[in-house]
Each structure stands twice: as C-alpha cells, then as structure tokens.
C-alpha cells in the first residue's frame, strides 16, 4: 500500500475513533461519563469487560468484604490500586458525601461524586466508572462528618 493511502486509511480510524469517544461522552460535571447510556453501548456488549470485585481489593484497609463495601473515615482517604486487567468499577453511594477518583499513571484522573447529576436518574445512587488502563489508582475521600460508604455491585 503506498504511503499516501496508508495516511488516507489512518486519518479515516482516527475520525472513527473522535466520533465513537463523541457518542460515548456525557455532559457530567464530574466524569468523563458512561459508556453503557451511549448510543453506541452495544460495543461494549461485544467485547466482555473485567468489573472490579471484592475479592481484587480484600487487602484493602478500608475495605469491608461482608458488605461489599468501602468505608471512609469523615475527612479520610482511601486509596486502592485498581488490579490490571480491571476495565470498569460498577458501585452504588452507600451513605456520606463521597468522591472516587480514578487516576492512571498521573495523566489521567476521573472524579465522580456522589452529589453529582446521577448517571442513571432510574438508579440515582449507582456509579459505573471505566478504567483507562492498567496502573489505575481509586482514592476515595469523605467530605462527610458521619463518614461515608460506597459499595460494589
């Protein structure tokens, strides 16, 4: 193939690529916003995604493995690393004013609050969050003064 196809062909995946991150992006203050209310969720259908679970963070100091659930201190964090592999962090806010942060390798962070416009208005407590590659870290702080929960589904 000659030189100038093969940019013709490049240019034409890097469109394709902009048009599905477009489709696949919500309007959400804190997140870059989930990928399975999109238009084009049927991609994710095709290709089967790791989810995190209990057993990938059963080491973590804040995490609870009876009830499934992260507990953080009033003015704490909790930081975890997300196993590689891992693709998506289904959980649902348990209790407090919760913030998960998702960071990869310093370049990338993805907040989500659970004060924030839910993503499902028909499950207003639950949070689907995509994990941008391996090397990810989960922080999740309490704003709250009761302290504050997030479970995994």
Same mark, same amino acid.
């Given at each position: @193939?000659?030189?100038?196809? &093969?940019?013709?062909?490049?240019?034409?995946?890097?469109?394709?690529?902009?048009?599905?991150? $477009?489709?696949?992006?919500?309007?959400?203050? $804190? /997140?870059? $916003?989930?990928? #399975?209310?999109?238009?084009? /969720?049927?991609?994710?259908?095709?290709?089967?995604?790791? *989810?995190?679970?209990?057993?990938?963070?059963?080491?973590?100091?804040?995490?609870?493995?009876?009830?499934?659930?992260?507990?953080?201190?009033?003015?704490?964090?909790?930081?975890?690393? *997300?196993?590689?592999?891992?693709?998506?962090?289904?959980?649902?806010?348990?209790?407090?004013?919760?913030?998960?942060? &998702? !960071?990869?390798? +310093? /370049?990338? !962070?993805?907040?989500?609050?659970?004060?924030?416009?839910?993503?499902?208005?028909?499950?207003? +407590?639950?949070?689907? @969050?995509?994990?941008?590659?391996?090397? #990810?870290?989960?922080?999740? #702080?309490?704003? $709250? /003064? +009761?302290?504050?929960?997030?479970?995994?589904?």
């Amino acid at each position: @193939m000659s030189p100038p196809k &093969l940019v013709l062909v490049a240019a034409v995946l890097v469109l394709l690529c902009a048009v599905a991150l $477009g489709f696949s992006a919500r309007d959400d203050r $804190g /997140s870059i $916003g989930d990928p #399975s209310a999109s238009r084009l /969720s049927f991609l994710t259908g095709l290709l089967p995604q790791r *989810v995190l679970a209990p057993d990938d963070v059963a080491d973590a100091d804040c995490f609870d493995a009876p009830t499934r659930s992260f507990l953080v201190a009033a003015a704490q964090t909790c930081t975890v690393a *997300v196993p590689d592999g891992v693709k998506r962090i289904e959980a649902r806010w348990s209790s407090g004013s919760a913030e998960a942060a &998702l !960071t990869r390798d +310093g /370049s990338i !962070t993805q907040r989500y609050r659970a004060t924030d416009d839910p993503q499902d208005p028909d499950h207003p +407590g639950q949070v689907d @969050m995509p994990v941008f590659g391996d090397g #990810s870290v989960l922080a999740i #702080s309490c704003a $709250g /003064s +009761g302290g504050c929960s997030l479970r995994l589904r």
